[in-house]
């Protein structure tokens, strides 16, 4: 520790750290502009000076940039000294020489970084006379705007883009006040991290380009909590809302998982909530086959109806929220309960969570994964399919960095020195995949095979582990890497659908235990809730669900689209059959219109709810703003049933209580809702809500005045800690899950989040929320290992003609819901396969042109791709609104009336 | 795809040059300031398609190499003439009368500050300190450095850049 003086007053902070993180951490005033806690100091700006002190004596003092700055026990500095003041000034005065007078039109104002720090240092008369330098803007895709003239040059963002994401077509260009940051020529910016530009820029150069076209100021939103529904690892957002519409989603701060930093998955994919896709009215289907909208009533009386048959089943989903999915298994029966993963699915998952709690393996939280030292990806693309854990995955690579900086006596903050010292140094990354991945730029080798390939190639680690000896290079390199590791993590998952994959993968992780090498291993699941489905229950496989629904059952059906999951021929049975279906969804899918009766579902965003992340972690969403029409949180919609059915087990008046159902019903573990997150009677200081609306939100008269001239009472909201105004509170040093929006006086930006951190980059002061619903063991269980069986069988593929299939995900596309935001549609690719050059020969398909096959639904874009195993044809999953792909060989044809989807060619438009 | 098509853009000589220069090297992005030195002297300016296959050959992105290209001022990034003349615009040549040279030397050729002539002869560029202020004013051209530039003497020292 180091003692440091500030102004008079003594701090204590981490000897090691840079003057601006220590004097921030102290949660005072200290403006900046290229330093990010996330990404070190540069010391390019000159915002940060103050003074520093030789000694007491000293009365002078000289100007340091406190970023560049080592904290030294005992030193002195001050902040305020009229000299450091003055300097601070001058600085945003130059900075400002080129900066437009656009802050009324800027999507930036009111929550600009280089506004606040204009207004902290007292800069507010120009004198600069002379003509600004104007620059013409790129047109970036259809996630961010741009506007080069407001750049100040802090250069944060090529840091993040390049440096820390590993983008390569954002730079900096020209010197001198003639810097330009872009691409080379107009066109998408590539990265699917891209979307963080927006909060990396303390200004307005690169904004949302969505949020722009609907534009709200941030004092004008009403924002809660909420969790990103995009894939497995549950990042955390600040979602926000006017006018009925989710307008944006912002990263807010968990201290194990997402940091500072989200996906554009995640940040982009929330417009469905918004689309025109949305199911906005209950309906019923006449005999006539058409839907009759707007009676609720008669929809519940209907969906009564169909549940009083003697055979009534539910299927759950792993999109819907763990409430939602208790609800719909408390009213049927677990007997009768499926949980709405494809059979393959479902094989997988278990396997999965099987192997993760009987091998009693440590699941590693997103900042664990960033501290392993050696990391092998064994069959999951996780760029696409859990993006947030591959960037993790690329700071990984740089440990090894921070280590010989150390030993050069390079401070581990000095972003440029510890890069420039390490060269091209990197930990160990290898990659096992069916298809060449991006992280295989930072990989030390990559393999592309099919999934048994890679079970074979990951036993033959396992063994070599244990003492076997192969020849196979890559896989005698990934066994001593490993052996060698003091942190090594192994990364799985279950988007190829093969479990051998994962038993190999556990294989390796039991032989290193065996070496004494306790390994990390993270198994990303395909969506935001599986983990919940798996530790609910066993319930009904999904075909046989849909046999005795296609056998008469009724069947309630929640958020699930089955022809993603079951192939076409059986759910059509299922649903054209004689068994009648009450279906609930958020948005339309095909499953939908072949319902009896269909009830509109809250999003995430109009509901509080719980998701269960990749490592068991439950976590607390809430309600941003009450869904207009006829939508209800799901639950609501069951309990509505249940209790006209007279099930009083099976009905709720409130989510706590749904809540505290399904975590008391959640075999063998034990976990209260206080745990998880605030519930609806937490106030701050024992008496204040938490407000979702700003103190200084406007037009709350006037905001609906084309509707009435009356103005609406403000909602009541008895189900959360949070009210529906801007009565309340935000303090910071509530619970993580409940900070609705990062503010403090004089920190508009998004930078304000240091002052809800009992230190810089630390824990919240009130804790990041959620509660891993398994404890990770502190040591592994002897007993429980020797149950567990890691032995890999050889699948047994039927010899046929044709190509072997396998799956590709794509991080925009082939998700359901973010697929149906206009933003993320426009950046979707069509449907497409895979394939290697000498099978698009003897195919005679070009790149380009159009395949289809009687497996598949719809035709596929030629892709023509040297990594894919000869003999093998990857298949795009999702884009045709199928997941599941064929279990054997498939023959593919060429299309001649093909026409390819122009990328932009948005199929979903926004609603407003 | 695509990229890999961009290669021929480079001439063999240029190729082998830069991969001369790349032999001395830890690795071949290091080569970036030297492989565009050698397009440059083969071509007299770096063109788009010239960048990216620059890029492509030593394993960077365009945005990467094109970062190092316009940082640097003598790095061409837009057609020169024949020859290239390097005003000194710094503070001794000033004093000594840069400022009106460089009107008459605007005035003689035709052409503003960063314009070239329209026979394709001169490209008449701004530069700092060539470090000769104890002759100034002085001006470069190509690899020529001119001292004490007078009005007078223009003609004489255009003579030999045809």
Redesign the interface.
């Known amino acids: 520790m180091a003692t440091f003086t500030v102004d008079g007053k003594q701090y204590e902070v981490e000897a090691g750290t840079n003057l601006l993180q220590a004097i921030l951490s102290q949660s005072l005033d200290l403006p900046y502009f290229c330093w990010h806690p996330a990404m070190g100091s540069v010391g390019a700006c000159r915002q940060c000076a103050v003074i520093q002190y030789q000694d007491a004596e000293d009365e002078r003092g000289r100007l340091t940039m406190a970023c560049m700055t080592d904290v030294q026990d005992g030193m002195i500095v001050s902040v305020e000294a009229a000299h450091a003041k003055d300097f601070r000034a001058s600085v945003i005065e130059w900075l400002m020489e080129n900066h437009p007078h656009d802050c009324p039109v800027c999507e930036e104002g009111g929550e600009c970084h280089l506004q606040d720090m204009t207004v902290m240092t007292g800069h507010s008369v120009r004198r600069y006379r002379d003509k600004k330098r104007t620059w013409e803007n790129q047109d970036l895709g259809p996630f961010i705007g741009h506007e080069m003239n407001r750049c100040i040059t802090c250069y944060r963002c090529v840091r993040f883009y390049?440096d820390y994401a590993g983008g390569?077509?954002?730079?900096?260009?020209?010197?001198r006040s003639r810097m330009?940051f872009g691409?080379?020529?107009d066109g998408v910016l590539e990265s699917e991290f891209a979307g963080n530009l927006v909060e990396v820029c303390p200004t307005g150069v690169f904004t949302d380009k969505p949020f722009s076209q609907h534009y709200t100021r941030k004092w004008d939103l009403q924002s809660a909590a909420s969790v990103c529904p995009g894939c497995s690892v549950g990042c955390n957002t600040f979602a926000s809302e006017r006018y009925g519409v989710l307008k944006r989603l912002h990263n807010r701060y968990h201290n194990d998982l997402n940091k500072y930093f989200i996906c554009d998955r995640g940040r982009f994919g929330s417009h469905f909530v918004n689309s025109q896709q949305r199911v906005r009215h209950a309906a019923v289907k006449a005999n006539d086959g058409v839907f009759e909208y707007g009676d609720v009533n008669a929809a519940l009386d209907r969906a009564v109806e169909i549940l009083k048959h003697e055979d009534v089943v539910g299927i759950g989903s792993p999109r819907a929220s763990m409430e939602a999915n208790y609800a719909l298994r408390q009213l049927v029966g677990e007997e009768n309960f499926c949980r709405g993963l494809s059979d393959s699915e479902r094989i997988v998952t278990d396997q999965a969570c099987s192997i993760l709690m009987k091998g009693g393996f440590k699941v590693p939280t997103v900042t664990e994964v960033e501290a392993a030292d050696v990391v092998v990806v064994i069959g999951e693309d996780i760029s696409n399919t859990a993006p947030r854990i591959a960037l993790a995955i690329r700071q990984a690579t740089r440990n090894v960095s921070f280590e010989m900086a150390e030993s050069a006596n390079i401070p581990l903050w000095q972003d440029a020195g510890v890069r420039g010292h390490a060269?091209?140094q990197r930990n160990a990354l290898y990659v096992a995949t069916s298809n060449s991945t991006r992280l295989d730029d930072i990989a030390e080798a990559t393999v592309n095979a099919l999934s048994d390939g890679i079970t074979q190639i990951a036993s033959q680690i396992a063994g070599q582990i244990s003492g076997e000896s192969h020849e196979n290079t890559f896989v005698t390199s990934v066994a001593e890497a490993l052996l060698a590791a003091e942190r090594p993590l192994l990364v799985t998952g279950t988007s190829l659908r093969d479990p051998n994959v994962l038993n190999a993968t556990a294989a390796i992780a039991w032989a290193l235990r065996a070496k004494e090498k306790e390994p990390a291993m993270l198994i990303a699941g395909s969506e935001v809730n599986t983990f919940n489905t798996v530790v609910t229950c066993e319930g009904l496989t999904l075909n046989s669900a849909l046999t005795r629904i296609a056998d008469g059952a009724s069947a309630v059906i929640l958020e699930n689209d089955l022809y993603r999951r079951a192939q076409s021929d059986s759910v059509d049975r299922a649903l054209e059959g004689d068994g009648e279906v009450v279906a609930l969804d958020v948005v339309e899918s095909e499953t939908l219109v072949k319902a009896n009766v269909v009830l509109p579902a809250a999003s995430y965003a109009e509901q509080t709810g719980t998701f269960v992340n990749y490592e068991t972690r439950a976590q607390r969403f809430y309600q941003v703003f009450q869904p207009q029409d006829d939508i209800q949180p799901a639950w609501r919609w069951l309990s509505k049933i249940a209790s006209r059915l007279g099930r009083t087990d099976a009905s709720w008046t409130t989510v706590d209580e749904v809540s505290r159902s399904a975590l008391a019903a959640l075999p063998g573990i034990d976990a209260s809702l206080e745990e998880l997150a605030p519930t609806k009677d937490f106030r701050i200081e024992g008496e204040h809500r938490v407000a979702r609306q700003t103190h200084r939100y406007s037009g709350r008269t006037a905001m609906n005045a084309d509707v009435s001239v009356h103005e609406p009472k403000a909602p009541v909201d008895d189900e959360t800690p949070y009210s529906y105004s801007m009565e309340g509170q935000n303090p910071g040093d509530q619970s993580g899950s409940v900070i609705p929006y990062s503010w403090t006086p004089g920190w508009n930006s998004n930078q304000s989040i240091f002052k809800f951190q009992a230190e810089v980059s630390g824990d919240l002061l009130g804790q990041s929320g959620g509660k891993r619903l398994f404890a990770v063991p502190s040591e592994p269980d002897a007993e429980v290992d020797k149950e567990f069986d890691f032995s890999v069988t050889q699948p047994t593929r039927p010899a046929a003609d044709g190509l072997v299939p396998f799956p590709i995900h794509d991080v925009f596309g082939s998700d359901e819901l973010s697929a149906q935001s206009w933003p993320v549609a426009q950046r979707a690719k069509g449907p497409y396969v895979l394939i290697h050059p000498d099978d698009a020969a003897v195919l005679s398909a070009s790149?380009g042109s159009g395949v289809r096959s009687d497996a598949l639904v719809g035709s596929f874009e030629v892709v023509i791709d040297d990594c894919v195993q000869s003999g093998s044809v990857g298949i795009a999953v999702g884009l045709n609104g199928r997941v599941e792909i064929p279990d054997r060989t498939i023959a593919l044809v060429v299309d001649p009336d093909f026409e390819p989807r122009q990328l932009g060619d948005a199929r979903v438009i926004a609603k407003s | 795809m695509s990229e890999v098509e961009l290669i021929p853009m480079l001439s063999q000589e240029e190729v082998a040059e830069i991969e001369a220069e790349i032999s001395h090297l830890p690795d071949r992005e290091s080569a970036a300031i030297d492989a565009l030195m050698i397009v440059q002297k083969h071509r007299g300016w770096v063109s788009d398609e010239s960048l990216s296959a620059i890029a492509n050959l030593l394993g960077m992105s365009s945005a990467e190499l094109d970062g190092v290209a316009t940082f640097y001022n003598l790095i061409y990034r837009q057609p020169v003439g024949r020859h290239v003349i390097s005003m000194c615009d710094s503070v001794s040549c000033y004093v000594m009368g840069a400022d009106g040279l460089a009107k008459d030397l605007e005035t003689k050729l035709g052409i503003r500050f960063g314009e070239t002539t329209a026979d394709d002869r001169f490209t008449l560029l701004p530069i700092v300190c060539l470090g000769a202020c104890d002759k100034a004013p002085t001006m470069q051209i190509d690899e020529d450095l001119i001292e004490n530039v007078s009005v007078e003497k223009l003609d004489e020292i255009f003579e030999k850049y045809t």
């Open positions: 390049q390569k077509d954002l730079g900096a260009f020209g010197s330009f691409r080379v020529e060269q091209h790149a």
